[in-house]
């Protein structure tokens, strides 16, 4: 079975330009997480999906992050524009159902300069 | 959301077995305890989960005692590959508040050969 997949491994942007990371969670997963983790600190939750609804995104930084999952499935996380404190693995997982176990993607690991 | 403590690393031989210690005062009544582990540039993965006395799989055993106000990961003769960082989570699976679980710093416990 396919595990959490994430595009791109590896992002290097300037400061004040765009960038977003791509997450394809496991098949009938409805329940879809993005994580950011600096530089040893454990993941910290941005935003959980549930089916297409984001259920709880009040740790995201609206005036810069948004995120999207359309029909439920593959979701998208953008930063605009990109500050250097952003510089981070951006992690998704997803689980089969609320509060179920998490399920992690390799991340990706963006570079702000 | 009970807090928890666990130390920040530890050193251990390969073939011995380790035992990770997590403190966690304030769980409630219908927290579980789980454990996850991360591995360089990979996102964590499950080990195991509990409520009480002990549960073992083909990874590692968890042991909670009778007050569970504490828990612990135990390794068994662990190799070089067990080298990541090791992260203590309590919450109510069947609560929304489990989807907010926070990680903290974790335990990187390194293997030497």
């Known amino acids: 079975e396919a595990g959490v997949v994430q595009s791109p491994r590896y992002k290097i942007i300037e400061k004040k330009q765009p960038v977003a990371f791509w997450c394809n969670p496991i098949s009938g997963h409805n329940t879809l997480y993005w994580y950011l983790q600096n530089l040893g600190q454990g993941p910290e939750l941005l935003i959980r999906y549930e089916n297409e609804e984001a259920v709880d995104d009040s740790q995201l930084p609206k005036d810069r992050f948004s995120a999207e999952r359309l029909k439920g499935v593959d979701s998208t996380l953008k930063i605009q524009p990109a500050e250097l404190g952003d510089s981070a693995v951006y992690l998704c997982a997803s689980s089969a159902a609320e509060g179920g176990k998490r399920f992690f993607g390799p991340g990706t690991r963006l570079t702000v300069l | 959301l009970a807090k928890t403590t666990q130390p920040i690393s530890m050193d251990s031989y390969e073939g011995q077995e380790v035992n990770i210690t997590c403190s966690h005062n304030n769980i409630a009544t219908n927290d579980y305890i789980t454990w996850y582990q991360q591995f360089p540039s990979q996102g964590p993965r499950f080990i195991i989960q509990?409520?009480?006395t002990k549960v073992t799989n083909e990874v590692a055993s968890l042991f909670i005692p009778a007050d569970r106000k504490s828990s612990t990961l135990s390794l068994p003769r662990v190799s070089l590959s067990d080298t990541a960082v090791y992260y203590c989570?309590?919450?109510?699976?069947?609560?929304?508040?489990?989807?907010?679980?926070?990680f903290g710093a974790g335990t990187r416990l390194a293997v030497h050969p």
């Open positions: 509990g409520y009480k």
């Open positions: 989570l309590v919450g109510d699976p069947f609560s929304g508040g489990y989807n907010k679980l926070i």
